[in-house]
């Protein structure tokens, strides 16, 4: 039983981490920017928030430095990508690289640094019921704080004005620019905070989930967040039951290593992304659906004076 509540507890861990990213990119979407820059941003965050603790002792600031990161690199994309009308894609996919080489240059005298022993974030009582104790209430307060967030992301865009607004620039900006609201600047805005986010998990990667730094240590996680928000149709709340499907089946390499299951490490390795590709190519398959849900103008430049 206690393997199995390790298991749980482990997959609400990874989970956490790709429910950030992904929720920051749906943000992102649903205003019509597309950014394959998530794992780059995440990566430079990674370095940032644990040079933060490391020199500070503080995991809030090294939260904070690596939202920042992860918003600077956003602020940068948006810039080129709103302003200038540079390919998203193509900027995207030059943030991703560039977050890559500089976490690796940054990191080179972080390496054999080490975080302090981590504080017990039990809840009292909770904690101590069996298997669900361990399973759902030893983790760190942001496992929490990213479930609420996810939920009132739902309440913000389905429930509010500005949630409407930022919808209907995703379907189409130039209704929205007739009506006087500032579309380039709110986009800029949905970018910064998917970057923050993103940022968060890059964090939340080095400082709690593996509180150490190694160059490269997000592994991908960045690009299943961008191929999550598709899985979920552009819907937060499946965006959270997404994530921690993809974080179970990140876990589950390690469980059945732990239960004696003679299978080669390198094809548990790549089950994560194993996953990915047969659920994307599943969810091609019916086109349709995916148009239905899909932001009409993602991926489309806004030209305000056309």
């Known amino acids: 039983m206690d393997a199995y509540a390790l298991l749980i507890a482990a ?31 995440m990566l430079c ?14 995991d809030t600031i090294g939260f904070l430095a690596g939202m920042g990161a992860g918003a600077l690199l956003a602020l940068v994309f948006g810039l080129l990508v709103i302003w200038l009308n540079t390919n998203q894609y193509a900027t995207g996919l030059a943030v991703s690289l560039f977050g890559a080489g500089f976490s690796a240059f940054a990191g ?10 981590r504080p017990s ?26 479930v609420c967030f ?17 919808r209907s620039i995703g379907e189409n900006p130039e209704s929205a620019h007739a009506l006087g ?55 937060p709340g499946r965006v959270l039951l997404g ?13 059945l290593q732990g239960i ?3 299978v080669a490490s390198q094809f548990l390795t790549m089950l994560p992304y194993l996953a990915t590709i047969i659920v994307l190519a599943l969810i091609s398959r019916n086109p349709l659906w995916i148009r239905i849900n899909m932001p009409a103008s993602i991926g489309k430049p806004f030209y305000p004076g056309a």
């Not at 965050?45 to 503080?58: E, T």
């Open 243 to 255: 994530a921690y499907l993809f974080g179970g089946v990140t876990m589950l390499q390690f469980h």
């Open 181 to 235: 609201y500032p579309v380039r600047r709110i986009r800029l805005l949905a970018v910064v905070v998917g970057g923050a986010l993103c940022g968060l998990a890059g964090a939340y990667v080095s400082i709690v989930y593996t509180p150490l730094w190694v160059e490269g240590m997000v592994a991908g996680k960045g690009w299943i967040a961008l191929a999550l928000t598709t899985f979920a149709t552009w819907r």
């Open 260 to 262: 004696g299951v003679e």
């Open 121 to 146: 974030f039990a809840i009292p009582f909770l904690a101590d019921i069996p298997l669900i104790g361990p399973a759902l209430f030893r983790h760190h307060p942001l496992v929490y704080l990213t």
């Open 11 to 41: 997959t609400l861990n990874a989970g956490t981490v790709l429910a950030l990213a992904s929720l920051g990119m749906l943000i992102n979407e649903r205003a019509g920017i597309v950014n394959l820059g998530a794992e780059g941003m």
């Open 45 to 58: 965050a990674a370095i940032a928030g644990f040079a933060a603790v490391v020199h500070s002792g503080s």
């Open 108 to 117: 080179i005298a972080y390496v054999q640094e080490r975080i302090v022993q």
């Open 150 to 166: 996810a939920l009132g992301l739902i309440w913000f865009l389905y429930r509010t004005r500005s949630g409407l607004v930022l």
